[in-house]
């Protein structure tokens, strides 16, 4: 497994849509997605979504309630920088579907933004509607998202789940074989939260079946919007780009035929444009001295598991302690890290934990709770893994107590009742570099 640090800049185009192929030419934006908190029970979309769900559970055929589920579970990607372009596509394919078997033709997905609405919208909590599903964790109906998020990844809830102004292509999207920031907090811990230990959404298997996952993907697809509005194409490394991806099912019934990713980029590629983008939290710098870079130092760190080993912990060069703690020394944190576990059924309902430490000084960079593929066409035999980021963070840890910084991954049993054997880990790669600055008056 290596770490690819590739990313660029730039602006982006494309046109397709979801017709009876793939690859298709498509005009412009006609359905615009709004976010759930600003609907009701009663708002077209809202209603042409409950219908659908009705009626989509009657049938039997390639546009049944249950084929859609069967898409995801079989054919699905994650853990891997094809978790966004896979998702975009099945949740706009359900899309036209639910407009052609409700007869709602200008139908768009909610999108359930769980950064600025707490709380799952009501109208997905009624036992009367179609939109609720039983299968849920037991206390999700009164679960205030915003603090349990907080209270799993508190440094990395400052900027939502990734650092949609600043992430790479590497960090936000993830690598062939581990998953990105989105995918890995984001993404991941809502699925956690909301199926709790059994519930459908608990489960690659069965996530697709409760409504919230569409919401859910729907917000999550707004995420690569809103990071895709600022970076643009170019920031694409260009055999991604070239990916074919296929399954999919049409509003006909039929397959769609290929899609190759750099062709739905954008979201009117795909005849859908959202209310507003993703609001990353921001924060402003006032004018004054300018800081110039005087040289980078880049440290390569790996550690291997053995048998047995349910965590692994990698220890920061004393050349680049050193540098964290020179009281003269203005220094930028910048790293990558990627923890990997064995694949394994023992895996599902943990959560990987990160914590960088030094002496009686700690920071925990959060939790990523696991969502594992298992069966289908896309199964992975590697290790499951996932990335994490590494920031100024360090550099707290190193000037509040002395001693060797060590960087500490552990997958947590999140279901402590089942009293299960501890996971197994494979690896921690880690890349670090320290960029020492030096400043000059405004």
């Not at 069966?375 to 994490?388: L, N, Q, S």
Request: hydrophobic letters at 40%; charged letters at 20%; a neutral charge.
């Amino acid at each position: 497994m290596t770490i690819d640090r590739r990313a660029l800049l730039g602006a982006a185009t494309g046109a397709i849509g979801v017709a009876a192929c793939g690859d298709a030419m498509a005009a412009g934006a006609s359905r615009r997605r709004k976010a759930a908190g600003s609907l009701s029970a009663t708002s077209d979309d809202v209603m042409a979504f409950a219908d659908a769900v009705r009626l989509m559970k009657r049938r039997t055929d390639s546009l049944s309630w249950d084929a859609q589920n069967r898409i995801h579970a079989q054919r699905a990607q994650h853990g891997n920088y094809l978790f966004l372009p896979w998702h975009r596509l099945q949740v706009s394919h359900m899309e036209r579907i639910i407009a052609q078997v409700t007869g709602h033709s200008r139908f768009a997905m909610p999108y359930w933004d769980w950064q600025e609405e707490r709380f799952l919208p009501d109208w997905v909590l009624d036992p009367k509607s179609a939109l609720f599903e039983p299968r849920r964790a037991p206390r999700v109906a009164s679960l205030d998202f915003y603090n349990e998020r907080w209270a799993r990844n508190p440094q990395r809830e400052r900027n939502g789940l990734a650092s949609i102004t600043g992430d790479d292509f590497t960090t936000f999207f993830g690598t062939a074989r581990a998953a990105g920031r989105v995918e890995a907090y984001g993404h991941n811990i809502i699925h956690e939260l909301v199926g709790g230990d059994d519930g459908y959404m608990s489960s690659t298997r069965t996530a697709a079946l409760d409504p919230i996952f569409w919401l859910h993907h729907c917000n999550i697809d707004r995420v690569w919007a809103t990071w895709h509005n600022k970076f643009g194409e170019r920031a694409y490394p260009s055999n991604w780009k070239a990916v074919r991806m296929s399954g999919f099912t049409g509003a006909d019934g039929r397959p769609t035929g290929n899609w190759t990713t750099g062709r739905f980029l954008t979201t009117p590629s795909l005849g859908y444009a959202y209310d507003a983008f993703y609001a990353p939290i921001v924060f402003a710098t006032a004018p004054g001295p300018v800081s110039v870079p005087v040289g980078a130092t880049t440290w390569q760190l790996q550690a291997e598991a053995r048998p047995g080993e349910s965590s692994l912990q990698v220890e920061l060069p004393e050349d680049a302690c050193a540098l964290l703690r020179h009281p003269n020394a203005e220094v930028k944190v910048e790293g990558l890290g990627i923890i990997a576990y064995e694949r394994s059924e023992n895996l599902t309902g943990r959560g990987i934990q990160t914590i960088i430490a030094a002496g009686d000084a700690n920071v925990d960079l959060g939790i990523s709770p696991t969502f594992v593929h298992f069966g289908g066409e896309h199964t992975m035999h590697d290790p499951y893994a996932v990335i994490f980021s590494l920031d100024d963070a360090v550099r707290q840890v190193a000037v509040e107590s002395g001693g060797p910084i060590t960087i500490r991954s552990s997958a947590l049993d999140l279901r402590p009742g089942a009293a299960r054997p501890a996971a197994q880990a494979a690896s921690l790669q880690v890349e670090l570099t320290l960029t020492e600055y030096r400043t000059f008056p405004g």
